[in-house]
């Protein structure tokens, strides 16, 4: 392994910020849409290939999250260009993806079988998080996968916090908007005095 110079490293903050800012657009373009704003870039050869963002509300389908809809962009592009199975993992093996919060457990299953190589993220997630908040996805050992099926994840490495505060910013904005889309309680919802 060979040493990274300070120069090379402010190089690679530096890019991590601008993908992530990218990430940040398309969750911004989210909440425009009254979805909860998560957004990403998928990054391969320090290009971005495609990008998502939350759909959920919009397509009223539960999985239709920012890294599911970035998959799919990017499975339909290179199944159009003839790329084989193996091929396609290839590719995502080489490619990034800068996310605005930890990708939930769905997400990060989906991640690790497709072999993606680092995910970027900006805020934890807290309630769903596969990236070490809840559970640890991106591990190939991880202990809390019994299922065979789930234990065919390649593993991947994840870099967390990256414009952290920016992200939460977005969730705090647009859960004091009120999330018109959230179902609503069956009990009161308790005020804290």
């Known amino acids: 392994m060979h040493a990274v110079n300070h120069q090379?490293?402010?190089s690679l903050a530096s890019d991590?910020?601008?993908f992530m800012e990218l990430a940040l657009d398309?969750?911004?373009?989210?909440?425009?849409?009254?979805?909860?704003?998560?957004?990403?870039?998928?990054?391969?050869?320090?290009?971005?290939?495609a990008?998502?963002?939350?759909?959920?509300?919009?397509?009223?389908?539960?999985?239709?999250?920012?890294?599911?809809?970035a998959i799919d962009?990017?499975?339909?592009?290179?199944?159009?260009?003839?790329?084989?199975q193996l091929e396609i993992v290839q590719k995502f093996s080489k490619c990034d993806l800068y996310v605005t919060c930890e990708p939930c457990i769905m997400c990060a299953a989906a991640l690790s079988f497709l072999g993606i190589r680092?995910?970027?993220?900006?805020?934890?997630?807290?309630?769903?998080?596969?990236?070490?908040?809840?559970?640890?996805?991106?591990?190939t050992n991880s202990e809390h996968v019994t299922s065979s099926a789930a234990g065919q994840g390649k593993g991947?490495?994840?870099?967390g916090g990256i414009m952290a505060s920016e992200a939460v910013s977005l969730f705090q904005s647009?859960?004091?908007?009120?999330?018109?889309?959230?179902?609503?309680?069956?009990?009161?919802?308790?005020?804290?005095?």
Request: proline content about 5%.
């Open 73 to 84: 962009i990017l499975l339909k592009q290179w199944q159009q260009s003839g790329l084989s």
């Open 51 to 69: 990008s998502g963002s939350n759909r959920t509300n919009e397509t009223r389908n539960a999985t239709r999250h920012a890294e599911m809809e």
């Open 8 to 10: 090379q490293m402010d």
């Open 16 to 18: 991590d910020s601008s």
């Open 174 to 193: 647009f859960y004091e908007q009120g999330n018109p889309n959230a179902p609503k309680p069956h009990r009161p919802v308790r005020m804290s005095q």
């Open 156 to 159: 991947f490495r994840c870099v």
């Open 26 to 49: 398309q969750a911004k373009k989210a909440m425009s849409r009254l979805e909860v704003p998560v957004g990403c870039v998928f990054v391969e050869d320090g290009q971005v290939i």
């Open 118 to 139: 680092t995910v970027y993220y900006g805020c934890a997630n807290d309630k769903f998080g596969g990236c070490g908040s809840i559970l640890s996805l991106h591990e």
